[in-house]
């Protein structure tokens, strides 16, 4: 059977496109978006720069493992109404081994609000690093090559 053609998002006179990404490679992150109080699951993000680098074999492994544990993506995009206060949430998650014992860390939830505007994309980036620090920021890269930082809407 023919495989589904992957459905390709596209901003509007209504809507704005948001990509999510995560950064490092420490983990995965649980990304979540929609309007205060009412958000929606976007789906778990996997950073896959070190999966690129990889043997052919080891990168199958690798993507079958975060993709069918967490159905984890290297990004993830949805469409928000535009012109209304929207808040995309990070959480990053991690297994912490100790042993024969393990813990199961997080950093997050990280929220921004921010207003977005009709046929504009913006993306999404998390960060954590070293385990201990997270960071979570929103850019507008509507126009090819640029990356501007979107500041965030007081609550």
């Known amino acids: 059977p023919a495989k589904p053609k992957p459905v390709v998002l596209t901003a509007d006179d209504h809507h704005a ?4 990404r995560m950064l490092s490679t420490e983990s995965q992150v649980s990304f979540s978006a929609g309007p205060e109080g009412n958000l929606s699951s976007v789906g ?17 492994l690798y993507k079958g493992l975060a993709h069918g544990l967490y159905r984890a993506r290297p ?6 109404p535009a012109n209304q206060l929207t808040v995309v949430e990070g959480v990053a998650n991690w297994r912490n081994d100790r042993g024969t014992s393990y813990s199961l860390e997080k950093c997050g939830p990280l929220s921004r609000s921010f207003l977005p505007k009709a046929n504009k994309t913006y993306l999404v980036e998390f960060d954590l690093q070293g385990f201990s620090v997270c960071s979570e920021k929103v850019y507008d890269v509507t126009v ?5 930082l979107v500041l965030p809407v007081a609550k």
Request: cysteine-free.
């Open 144 to 148: 090819e090559g640029q990356k501007e």
């Open 17 to 20: 496109k948001v990509i999510f």
């Open 44 to 60: 778990v993000v996997y950073n896959d720069s070190l999966e690129q680098q990889a043997p052919a074999f080891v990168r199958g």
């Open 75 to 80: 990004f993830r995009e949805t469409l928000v």
